[in-house]
């Protein structure tokens, strides 16, 4: 069983809005710092939002006020909660443990008329 799983995944129309979640099954996610990144076709990988052990956060300026990432420790769930989206969102959109340089399988975001 994968160690981080994504989901919440789709395609939306721009304006629209979207939770993605990231569920840890072996590890506690609140003990480490966790990451979300998004790759569209032929870019980089790009690093998207943050969420610490003492709960603060961190966006890109590209997706602030937009995005918004959280946690729900009970649940062993990191979250991203993103409005208002735009076709350039659109990418594999992936949670990350960096310390054990651990990856999800990846969600695929479409944002389209």
């Known amino acids: 069983q994968a160690q981080l799983v994504e989901s919440g995944g789709g395609l939306v129309q721009p304006g629209g809005s979207l939770t993605l979640s990231c569920v840890g099954s072996?590890?506690?996610?609140a003990q480490w710092t966790i990451r979300w990144y998004r790759q569209a076709p032929g870019k980089q990988r790009e690093?998207?939002?943050?969420?610490?052990?003492?709960?603060?956060?961190r966006v890109a300026t590209s997706v602030q006020v937009r995005f918004t990432i959280s946690r729900d420790v009970y649940a062993n769930r990191v979250d991203l909660q993103m409005t208002n989206l735009k076709p350039e969102d659109t990418a594999v959109y992936y949670c990350?443990?960096?310390?054990?340089?651990?990856w999800g399988q990846g969600t695929q975001v479409s944002v389209s008329s």
């Open positions: 072996e590890r506690r996610l």
């Open positions: 990350n443990l960096a310390k054990f340089d651990l």
């Open positions: 690093f998207v939002a943050e969420i610490y052990v003492n709960a603060k956060t």
